[in-house]
């Protein structure tokens, strides 16, 4: 597969061909902001806040190198996963995509992983690439955000993500959303904003932003803060998330108690099909109840 041709997309400027994880790489994440780290800045991403990626960009935290095996395995599986989709579609021309800007606001950054020229329709499709250990039933949010911002910087109607998840191949058609690509324009306007400035995002109630809280004082002085208000929010808070524990282990304990030897708990709402609520799992010797947050 070759590049495609920069001039075919007049809102944007052809910024060159990077191998991820290089020096050129890196320094040019750095000067924008790229479609995986829209899904974030909007609140999408189920692994990081807005305030651990700004925290990251400002030099506040370093910026670790990922390359754990599901990193590496995804990488290693994009190319083959691009001609298994050339292969499913002979009415395209497929070709790879370097790093575009945006004409309009320069430091909003598109990389997908390919794109596909339909000759019949005469028109331009986003292919991005994904793998994951567990099957979907549906794209995860930030992805869509993702393949949003490319159309958007890329002035590209239509984008196909391909995903190899849970050894199953599966595309999904989507379509460019007016709305949704406005709200993140706003969103990354704000905080590329919040960058220059260094004005951090608003607190949220994410793991990510604990841990990078945790990285930004990391040395322990043996002094006192007084901290008013915050300080008795801060105890009320652990006061009910100690009751809201409490509940949770009683639910936990009955249902274990329920279950017996059974692997999964099902629930019946209102005559709709049984959905998984709760199943056993084997954790450190014995068996752990692991709660769904999304019946299935």
Do not use: C
Not at 53 to 82: C, M, Q
């Amino acid at each position: 597969m070759i590049t495609a041709n920069p001039q075919e997309f007049p809102s944007a400027t052809y910024l060159g061909e990077f191998p991820p994880d290089s020096p050129e790489w890196h320094e040019l994440r750095s000067q924008g902001l790229g479609g995986s780290e829209i899904g974030t800045i909007m609140g999408l991403n189920p692994w990081e806040s807005a305030y651990t990626l700004w925290a990251k960009k400002t030099g506040k935290i370093p910026t670790p190198k990922l390359d754990n095996w599901s990193v590496r395995l995804g990488k290693a599986f994009e190319t083959p996963i691009l001609e298994l989709f050339k292969e499913q579609h002979p009415e395209l021309e497929i070709y790879l995509a370097g790093t575009y800007a945006s004409k309009e606001m320069s430091f909003m950054h598109a990389n997908p992983d390919a794109m596909a020229y339909d000759p019949a329709n005469k028109e331009w499709i986003v292919i991005e690439v994904k793998t994951a250990r567990n099957p979907w039933n549906s794209v995860p949010a930030h992805y869509v955000a993702q393949v949003l911002h490319y159309m958007d910087v890329m002035n590209v109607k239509k984008s196909i993500l391909v995903a190899v998840a849970g050894m199953d191949y599966k595309e999904w058609e989507i379509p460019a959303d007016s709305f949704q690509q406005s709200a993140q324009r706003d969103a990354g306007i704000r905080f590329w904003q919040s960058l220059q400035t260094e004005d951090a995002p608003d607190w949220d109630g994410s793991d990510s932003t604990y841990q990078t809280m945790r990285q930004i004082n990391p040395e322990i002085e043996n002094v006192e803060i007084e901290i008013g208000e915050l300080g008795i929010g801060l105890w009320n808070a652990q006061m009910r998330a100690d009751k809201a524990l409490a509940e949770l282990n009683q639910f936990k304990s009955a249902t274990l108690a329920a279950m017996g030897s059974a692997k999964h708990a099902t629930v019946t709402v209102d005559g709709e099909p049984k959905s998984k609520i709760a199943s056993r799992q084997m954790r450190g010797g014995s068996p752990s109840l692991i709660v769904h947050r999304k019946a299935n």
